[in-house]
């Protein structure tokens, strides 16, 4: 008698039931959380899922929850919610078998756009009921595990600005970044370069951002080439610029070619330390930690498991067109006045007020 092989086991479809755990923070995001909830068994059946629905109730519960996944061998821990509730819980399954998957619902969403997941929650949920798991790069700063940017300068300024602002969303950043850019004063910093090769370089920058990811969210693309599998950081040096260079600038973070900029310098690394004279403010994805002087960054190899989505589909970023507009305007070959600037960044304002 033969022992046939199973329809499953010839197309190598995985059959067992696994174990899921949704994370949801209800105040958190842009979207409704219940909508979302409420979508769950039509993604999720009893036949291939045993699904758990775990809600937030303070800041770092969604970590405690994780790390209870991990102790209890769950196969997934989805985050529901903001770049924050998605932080706090990947933080907690480094070095697991657990993998984390994402619903985003924040306004950023910088490490769900890196890995090619839907925007709404029907895509990503479609996404991962695939099981679709790769293990992936974080990296670390002073400790601190991060998965999109960390660095120093006006990025990690402009974070700390919109953290105390108390407001959120794309447009309430760009506003921060436009008021408070020509501001901005650059540092000099000393970069250490331990890996692969160990060399001292010197730079007076606008900012330094160490990339494990292609960027910071909303599709703003500061190491367009990043990649969480290759086992190095990217790091952008964005040297000081004038205000007619920084359309120009916004234009390429938008379109993925900011590093044929010249005032980028990008470097490939495994660890490094940025030195600077005095502490201040460094960023660890987008958060704020204030008197920081020294900052060792490393990255930490295939260390955390994902579910990714294999079927990219390209597609052209909303702000591009007001971005071109802007970069076409002020990149005229005239002498631009700072009144003319002022109207300009008014202007972009208010078409983004008439997205929103």
Not at 33 to 38: F, I, Q
Request: charged share 25%; proline share 4%.
């Amino acid at each position: 008698m033969y022992n046939l092989p199973t329809f499953a086991e010839q197309y190598k479809i995985d059959m067992s039931v696994k174990t899921i755990w949704f994370i949801v923070n209800p105040i958190s995001g842009t979207q409704q959380k219940k909508k979302v909830v409420a979508k769950i068994p039509e993604y999720f059946p009893e036949d291939r899922f045993a699904v758990e629905i775990k809600y937030t109730e303070y800041a770092g519960h969604a970590a405690e929850i994780a790390r209870e996944a991990v102790e209890k061998k769950v196969d997934i821990v989805v985050a529901v919610g903001g770049d924050g509730t998605v932080n706090e819980s990947a933080r907690a399954l480094i070095h697991s078998d657990v993998a984390l998957g994402i619903v985003p619902c924040g306004s950023g969403n910088g490490l769900a756009r890196h890995l090619d997941l839907p925007m709404n929650a029907d895509g990503a949920m479609q996404i991962i009921s695939e099981c679709n798991i790769h293990t992936l790069d974080y990296g670390l700063i002073n400790g601190k595990p991060f998965f999109c940017t960390a660095g120093v300068g006006f990025d990690a300024f402009l974070s700390d600005k919109f953290n105390k602002s108390g407001k959120r969303g794309l447009l309430s950043y760009i506003e921060n970044a436009l008021r408070e850019g020509s501001k901005y004063e650059p540092e000099t910093y000393e970069l250490e370069i331990h890996e692969p090769e160990s060399e001292v370089r010197t730079y007076r920058a606008f900012l330094i951002t160490c990339a494990n990811a292609s960027q910071y969210g909303n599709d703003f693309y500061i190491a367009p080439h990043a990649s969480m599998s290759d086992g190095l950081l990217d790091v952008t040096i964005m040297e000081p610029f004038s205000v007619i260079e920084s359309a120009q600038i916004a234009y390429q973070l938008v379109n993925k070619t900011i590093t044929q900029n010249s005032k980028i310098k990008t470097i490939k690394c495994k660890e490094l330390t940025i030195h600077r004279k005095t502490p201040g403010v460094i960023h660890v994805d987008g958060d704020p930690l204030d008197d920081v002087e020294d900052l060792h960054v490393s990255l930490i190899a295939k260390d955390i498991k994902m579910v990714v989505n294999l079927n990219k589909q390209s597609w052209q970023h909303p702000l591009l067109k007001i971005f071109t507009d802007l970069y076409n305007e002020v990149s005229q070959p005239l002498i631009e006045t700072p009144k003319k600037i002022s109207r300009i960044n008014g202007e972009i304002l208010n078409k983004l007020r008439n997205k929103n």
